[in-house]
Nanobody, 114 residues
């Protein structure tokens, strides 16, 4: 049974940092590209960062230079370091496997506000 558990969100001031973590289970973590998504209420979920099995990364333009995705195969975890956060980064953040049908976790709320 696939499980994805996100953590690390919170309230941060503009310019601040957060590190999100995602614990995964129920599938062969080392076989899949992993991604971080975000969703603003009323809008579609968007992929903001991905990392493949050889650690090649991709980032959405709006977050390039401010976020770093990483993965730990031994722990089956994927993380997202977010720096210089902006109010428009406020969203619920999720991890998942891009282009693979499956369940979503509960997400972790990131709020950037002064």
């Amino acid at each position: 049974q696939v499980q994805l558990v996100e953590s690390g969100g919170g309230l941060v001031q503009p310019g601040g940092s957060l590190r999100l973590s995602c614990a995964t289970s129920g599938f062969h973590f080392g076989f899949y590209t992993m991604g971080w998504y975000r969703q603003v209420s009323g809008k579609q979920r968007e992929l903001v960062a991905s990392i493949d099995i050889v650690h090649r990364t991709n980032y959405t333009d709006s977050m390039k230079g401010r976020v770093t995705i990483s993965r730990d195969r031994a722990k089956s975890t994927v993380s997202l370091q977010m720096d210089n956060l902006k109010p428009e980064d406020t969203a619920v953040y999720y991890c998942n496997r891009p282009f693979v049908d499956g369940p979503w976790g509960q997400g972790t709320q990131v709020t950037v506000s002064s």
